[in-house]
């Protein structure tokens, strides 16, 4: 039922997967986008008109951003029946065609401690089983993942093991790619190894996908240690803001985004896409940008929920936010040329636009306004966006938390002040980021993970590539 529809929206033929392929001279780029950005600041604090043009600004973002907070989220269609409550009789006269297929797939390195429960998960999902297959895919652990999943895989018959030895390329993005294309599903779903999954998100999701422009889904992402300390805190109050964010960007025509872990993905749009791309740090990311210059589009469902360990520690956590950040900027860099109106349609390029201004152009301009503000003797220039970006942060980050969890007024409140606090982290980060890729372009390399007893997620730099 659901192969072969395309989501061209605004009645665009699909790039070709080649014109995607546009890796090289990352650090050149990013160094033409940082001049851009201090010579832009230069002409604001130096023009008469400068003041206006940040107003002008404000004024244009400020009625989208309020847009996004007062619209109303679309309905979801209606889920399927629950399977596993169906009676027998029932069940045998069922029509499964009905029910589209649909291949899991996990790749995991060295995750012993969660595999089991991992798999315990997954095969209690409410869902025909002769029309749902998991893969798991054993990214050359040496700490017997590999045989723990070949012992698994004997007691489900449809649960499959693909083992990739020490020569295998790609991360994550090189282990989907090795297996998707064998699989049967007309959706494919990836979830890390530390989920913790929804046994009816199945069912709630697949519907969505009868919507012909609906070219993947997002499940929220939730925290599931989430009361351990501040960091695990602020990742709660996170997770809502940026689950918030993306369904009422997506209700007023906006970008949705796919985060990794509970992504569903059309086959046919991720054929389009030529797969994950193995040449980023952030696929998920990467893929949200093809998807959508390629006419799909992206939702985001609020409930069900997956959980995953939240970081627990300052350092690992300062890592992979400098990940997440150097990830979600190369796909800019690597397909500026194809994020115009032409390719999203005008709702997706000017809410594209805006959230990157917020995103990234403010915390990287921060630097030359604070030193012209300084050498001028007068107040920062963006401070009325700046201030218009954080009371938006604010409201949606309540907003979200209140949709997510149920408390209190006043729970809700402390909650968004700790979770501001938390999130100021994101300023440094992001500003010290698009510095760094104009400058001194490096590769990033996963760290192990602990799992289980310990929620330290991490990346560390590696030797600074030759290429630019």
């Not at 090289?24 to 851009?36: F, G, V």
């Not at 998707?180 to 190894?193: E, K, M, N, R, S």
């Amino acid at each position: 039922m659901l192969d072969g529809v395309k989501g061209n929206s605004i009645n665009l033929s699909p790039l070709a997967v080649d014109e995607f392929h546009r890796y090289e001279r990352r650090r050149l780029k990013a160094a033409i986008a940082l001049a851009s950005v201090w010579l832009l600041m230069a002409i604001v604090h130096l023009v008469v008109w400068g003041q206006w043009l940040v107003y002008g600004l404000c004024l244009l973002i400020g009625c989208h951003l309020m847009r996004v907070l007062l619209q109303v989220p679309q309905t979801k269609p209606e889920a399927l029946p629950s399977w596993q409550d169906t009676p027998r009789l029932e069940r045998e006269a069922t029509d499964l065609s009905q029910w589209p297929r649909v291949s899991i797939l996990v790749a995991a390195k060295n995750e012993v401690s969660v595999v089991e429960r991992l798999v315990a998960s997954l095969t209690a999902i409410d869902y025909p089983q002769t029309r749902c297959d998991i893969w798991l895919i054993d990214d050359h652990s040496t700490d017997g993942t590999g045989q723990l999943m070949d012992q698994l895989a004997q007691q489900y018959d449809h649960l499959h093991v693909v083992h990739r030895d020490e020569t295998a390329q790609g991360g994550k993005s090189g282990a989907l790619n090795q297996v998707w294309p064998t699989t049967d599903g007309t959706i494919l779903l990836v979830f890390d190894a530390d989920a913790q999954i929804p046994p009816d998100c199945l069912r709630r999701v697949v519907p969505l996908f009868q919507q012909e422009h609906v070219g993947a889904v997002q499940l929220r992402k939730a925290i599931a240690n989430g009361t351990d300390n501040f960091w695990t805190r602020g990742q709660v109050a996170e997770m809502a803001f940026d689950a918030n964010c993306q369904l009422q960007r997506v209700a007023v025509g906006g970008i949705g985004e796919l985060r990794g872990n509970g992504q569903f993905v059309r086959r046919t749009a991720l054929e389009q896409c030529g797969g994950w791309n193995e040449e980023t740090i952030t696929d998920d990311l990467d893929l949200t940008l093809k998807l959508h210059v390629n006419g799909w589009d992206v939702p985001l469902v609020m409930s069900p929920a997956v959980r995953e360990e939240g970081v627990t520690r300052a350092v690992p956590l300062w890592h992979q936010r400098n990940r997440w950040a150097e990830g979600g900027y190369q796909r800019y860099l690597d397909y500026w040329r194809l994020i115009t109106p032409r390719r999203l349609g005008w709702g997706k390029a000017f809410d594209l636009a805006s959230f990157w201004i917020i995103q990234y152009g403010l915390p990287t301009a921060a630097l030359p306004d604070l030193v012209f503000a300084i050498a001028r003797q007068r107040p920062p220039m963006l401070m009325p966006l700046s201030s218009l970006a954080a009371l938006f942060a604010t409201l949606s980050m309540a907003q979200g938390l209140r949709r997510s969890q149920s408390a209190s007024a006043f729970s809700i409140l402390v909650q968004t002040m700790r979770g501001m606090v938390y999130m100021t982290h994101w300023l440094l980060i992001v500003g010290m980021v698009t510095c760094r890729m104009a400058i001194r372009p490096k590769r990033l390399k996963w760290v192990k993970t602990q799992h289980g007893e310990a929620t330290t997620g991490t990346v560390i730099e590696a030797s600074v590539s030759s290429q630019s």
